[in-house]
């Protein structure tokens, strides 16, 4: 019996030994066979550049990944990797590379500014052995026409390069975004999009006048010829599920030639800071289309000098406030002094500058930096790892509810933990929830976001979950039937696709998470993805599935 216990254990061993090298050869065969009918096409194509294609074996391979991710969480070893990085310098080799994943059977991600909250955009969490990154760095030129209010901008720019162009074209036209410079507009406008110009013009996907899209036949489609239902997804209903967005045409909008803006920090002891936010749930939504209020409550030091002279610190709740205004300083304060006088903003508050400096000023970049600053693509803030969720209010919180949320922040480090709350009504309103797939529209009078940062890498666990402690305790008093959420703040504990086993996932399995980002938007998408990609070759963790 002993005899045959050992040979058991050892012919087992053997059999695990035999069947493992068979798939790493397996894989090893599939990865060759790709980067080969890859570099077959790309050399065939009539571009005057190469692509650069990144392997693990290749020194700047950790670079080029690591370049662009901005949440430190995915730099971890055990983040799965992708066996190539393609940099492609024309929308053939995005053709070719769709072509040829198609035809060994591999996924692909698509990055464009690395701002994507789960990683999705250059992570597989199922498919690990089997995956590539089209990172659209390369297709990033924006053309920007002042006669016609419209631009041209590829998949790969920031929305820094595209305020940059616009800046140096025009002092009198904008486009609705948000204002970190750094986040690619590949996935802002897919998304959605929204920022200090949304209650005056909408989300930067409400101003899309055409784009161009590689499908799952390599075909790149305009407008015209991808058609209505395609073109109604793409916006704002995530385009990875249905192709590959190259290139985006933007209707710009007027701006005055200066906004006036203000960033300023309040102490939550304070009753009349309370009282703001009071007010400002009430309020925010309604006031004139051409000013944003936006908020932030976060823990702080406070530094005091007590009666003996002696420097005293601790722990205080503040917020932070942010406003900008499509007008003069005279007509701001006029404003916030009717509509938010607990605030008491003082005029040597406010600044008067051109409305693509406001991005400057709201990025933390000196006064009189030039815009070229705007072209980097490396952030101003530093990330860390971190975790987000986000909600959307209809009505007022109690103010019980708002004292004890504040109350959580204490909680975790100081200054890590952030509660962002972001005013809607105005244009938003105005726009029908099925006009494009982003259906948080009238009835929606702010967004939360609630976002945590650590630093060691061990303790991501304790900080994620206090994150959910607070989602969790916000439930009665945010949407209902579904809870809705971002698309863009992607979250992957609304649930994902079955791409682990394999298998299929059902409708119904993927409308837990799905109606969440799209409320009844997500059936229609549903069967856009039927007729656009009916086999499922662009398919993630939380891509919409065909029907089968």
């Known amino acids: 019996m002993k005899y045959f216990t050992f040979f058991s254990s050892s012919f087992a061993k053997i059999i695990i030994i035999f069947l493992f090298s068979i798939l790493v050869s397996a894989s090893a065969y599939t990865h060759g066979d790709f980067l080969h009918c890859l570099s077959s096409h790309v050399s065939s194509s009539t571009s005057t550049h190469e692509p650069i294609f990144y392997t693990p074996n290749e020194s700047s391979y950790s670079t080029v990944l690591n370049s662009s991710i901005q949440n430190d969480r995915f730099?971890?070893?055990?983040?799965?990797?992708?066996?190539?990085?393609?940099?492609?310098?024309?929308?053939?080799?995005?053709?070719?590379?769709?072509?040829c994943a198609k035809k060994h059977g591999v996924q692909i991600r698509t990055r464009s500014g690395g701002h994507d909250y789960e990683g999705l955009s250059y992570v597989s969490y199922f498919n690990v052995p089997k995956f590539v990154v089209i990172d659209l760095r390369n297709l990033s030129s924006v053309s920007v026409d002042v006669e016609s209010k419209s631009a041209w901008v590829q998949a790969g720019a920031t929305i820094g390069?595209?305020?940059?162009?616009?800046?140096?074209?025009?002092?009198?036209?904008?486009?609705?975004?948000?204002?970190?410079?750094t986040v690619g507009v590949g996935g802002l406008f897919g998304g959605g999009g929204y920022g200090y110009l949304a209650r005056k013009y909408g989300l930067s996907a409400d101003n899309i006048l055409d784009a161009k899209i590689v499908d799952a036949e390599g075909k790149i489609?305009?407008?015209?010829?991808?058609?209505?239902?395609?073109f109604w997804a793409i916006r704002g209903g995530g385009p990875a599920s249905f192709g590959i967005v190259v290139a985006w045409k933007v209707r710009l909008v007027p701006v005055p030639k200066k906004v006036a803006v203000f960033d300023v920090s309040r102490n939550l002891e304070n009753d009349a800071t309370k009282k703001l936010f009071h007010r400002w749930q009430r309020r925010a939504y309604k006031v004139d289309k051409d000013l944003t209020?936006?908020?932030?409550?976060?823990?702080?030091?406070?530094?005091?000098?007590?009666?003996?002279?002696?420097?005293?610190?601790k722990i205080v709740l503040q917020a932070d406030i942010r406003g900008s205004f499509n007008g003069g300083v005279d007509k701001l304060l006029e404003l916030m002094q009717k509509e938010f006088p607990e605030l008491g903003l003082q005029?040597?508050?406010?600044?008067k500058m051109k409305w693509v400096e406001s991005f400057l000023f709201f990025n933390f970049f000196r006064s009189g930096e030039s815009l070229d600053v705007l072209l980097s693509k490396k952030s101003n803030i530093n990330l860390l790892s971190f975790k987000v969720k986000s909600d959307f209010v209809k009505e007022p919180?109690?103010?019980?509810?708002?004292?004890k949320m504040l109350e959580m922040l204490y909680e975790e480090d100081v200054g890590k933990a952030l509660i962002f709350v972001f005013p809607f009504g105005g244009k938003m309103s105005e726009i029908s929830e099925s006009a494009i797939p982003f259906p948080h529209r009238a009835g929606n009078i702010y967004a939360f976001q609630y976002q945590l940062s650590w630093e060691k890498e061990d303790e991501e666990e304790k900080h994620v979950n206090w994150v959910r402690r607070l989602y969790d305790y916000l439930?009665?008093?945010?949407?209902?039937n579904p809870r809705a959420t971002y698309f863009n703040f992607k979250d992957l504990d609304l649930g994902t696709n079955n791409l682990n086993k394999g298998g299929h996932t059902s409708i119904k399995q993927a409308s837990i998470w799905g109606t969440k980002y799209f409320k009844n938007n997500f059936y229609r998408l549903v069967h856009v993805k039927t007729k656009i990609d009916p086999t499922n070759f662009f398919t993630y963790e939380q891509s919409i599935p065909p029907l089968r």
């Open 161 to 181: 390069e595209l305020y940059y162009a616009i800046g140096k074209k025009s002092e009198n036209l904008g486009f609705p975004a948000g204002d970190c410079h």
């Open 475 to 480: 439930t009665p008093y945010v949407s209902k």
């Open 293 to 313: 209020v936006y908020m932030t409550f976060r823990t702080a030091v406070s530094s005091t000098i007590d009666q003996n002279g002696k420097n005293v610190t």
């Open 397 to 403: 919180i109690p103010n019980d509810v708002f004292e």
């Open 347 to 351: 005029r040597q508050e406010c600044l």
């Open 221 to 230: 489609l305009d407008k015209k010829s991808m058609g209505e239902d395609l």
């Open 75 to 99: 730099f971890s070893p055990s983040t799965p990797k992708p066996f190539v990085i393609i940099t492609p310098f024309h929308v053939s080799h995005v053709q070719a590379t769709v072509y």
